[in-house]
């Protein structure tokens, strides 16, 4: 019997970027993981609103390098709107700028229109035809469970993710927890996280879904 599947905002999010002129290989794994369906798809309700804040992001991403085009004195991620990047977000788009600056503005600014609206309809769809659950309500989130997670892993928004699959996979068998995370979610750095909850918490006998990493699958 296949195992169903618990995801990460990225494996979704790298699915919906998916068009037939991708080269990068962890979009190809993700769209692949998600047309080959196996099991059931499930999700967090707090993976839904972290998805729309990264398409929101990756939007003002795009606005950015168009302003660059068309002025290159403009130095990114210095506009209101764009106040919230983190400087690993502004050194993306300034490498993408550097790719495309030589593209006409306004052939960029359709480009980047068309690439918004396939990664907005890939996501509705998947949601609206792929998805068999969602659960845990953001209320619902078990915050001291999030901050035993923080402990190890930084980033916050994947902590309530990963608490959110811990609250679940206590209830049923072992399901698969699909991410896409080279870094804080990488395979080592999750077996450190686990022995981190038996040797710290052994009492609550916490159960953790099985991991499956896109980025390091064949």
């Known amino acids: 019997m296949e195992k169903d599947s618990f995801f990460d905002t990225n494996v979704i999010f790298n699915y919906g970027k998916y068009t037939r002129n991708t080269k990068l290989e962890i979009i190809k794994k993700c769209y692949n993981y998600i047309l080959n369906k196996k099991g059931k798809f499930i999700v967090c309700y707090f993976l839904e ?23 290159t004195d403009y130095k990114i991620g210095t506009s209101i709107e764009s106040s919230f990047l983190k400087p690993k977000d502004i050194a993306y788009a300034t490498k993408t700028y550097e790719l495309r600056k030589c593209i006409p503005v306004e052939i960029l600014a359709n480009d980047f229109l068309e690439e918004e609206t396939n990664l907005e309809i890939k996501i509705e769809v998947f949601f609206e035809k792929m998805v068999d659950e ?72 916490y159960r953790f879904p099985e991991m499956l990493n896109l980025m390091f699958a064949n």
């Open 49 to 71: 609103k972290e998805l729309k804040r990264i398409i929101n992001k990756n939007k003002i991403i795009h606005k950015e390098i168009i302003e660059k085009v068309k002025n």
């Open 134 to 205: 969602r659960l845990i309500p953001i209320e619902q989130i078990d915050n001291s469970l999030v901050n035993k997670i923080h402990d190890i892993i930084p980033n916050h928004a994947d902590c309530k993710i990963l608490a959110s699959a811990l609250q679940f996979q206590d209830k049923r068998a072992i399901f698969l927890f699909v991410t896409a995370d080279g870094h804080d979610l990488s395979p080592n750095g999750y077996e450190y996280l686990k022995e981190h909850f038996e040797i710290n918490y052994p009492k609550e006998k």
